[in-house]
């Protein structure tokens, strides 16, 4: 059964770091797409940084130069380190996975696996 839990969330003032973790077990698929998504109140999900098992990255505009997403393979940890938070930052956090070889980073189809979901809030 695959799980994926994510960690790091908090609390933090405009212009501050933090770093979000996503450990997955009971998966076991050689190629995936791993992917950050967020959701704020009153807006819909929106997709935030993706990567696949090549080490290919993409990134919303919106956190460009300020998102860095990547991997910890012996871990089977997925990370987000945001910098230069803003208050718009502020969102539920999910990550998600999908083996399935996509034509799109993110929209349909939607990602197989999801995490529960960890709240960020930047204040200003």
């Known amino acids: 059964q695959v799980k994926l839990v994510e960690s790091g969330g908090g609390s933090v003032q405009a212009g501050g770091s933090l770093r979000l973790s996503c450990v997955r077990t009971?998966?076991?698929?050689?190629?995936?797409?791993m992917a950050w998504f967020r959701q704020a109140p009153g807006k819909e999900r929106e997709g935030v940084a993706a990567?696949?098992?090549?080490?290919?990255?993409n990134y919303a505009d919106s956190v460009k130069g300020r998102f860095t997403i990547s991997q910890d393979n012996a871990k089977n940890t997925l990370l987000l380190q945001m910098n230069s938070l803003k208050p718009e930052d502020t969102a539920v956090y999910y990550c998600?996975?999908?083996?399935?070889?996509?034509?799109?980073?993110?929209?349909?189809?939607?990602?197989?696996?999801w995490g529960q979901g960890i709240q960020v809030t930047v204040s200003s």
């Open positions: 998600a996975a999908d083996p399935r070889r996509r034509t799109r980073w993110f929209g349909d189809p939607d990602y197989n696996y």
């Open positions: 009971g998966y076991t698929y050689s190629n995936y797409y």
């Open positions: 990567i696949y098992t090549n080490g290919q990255t």
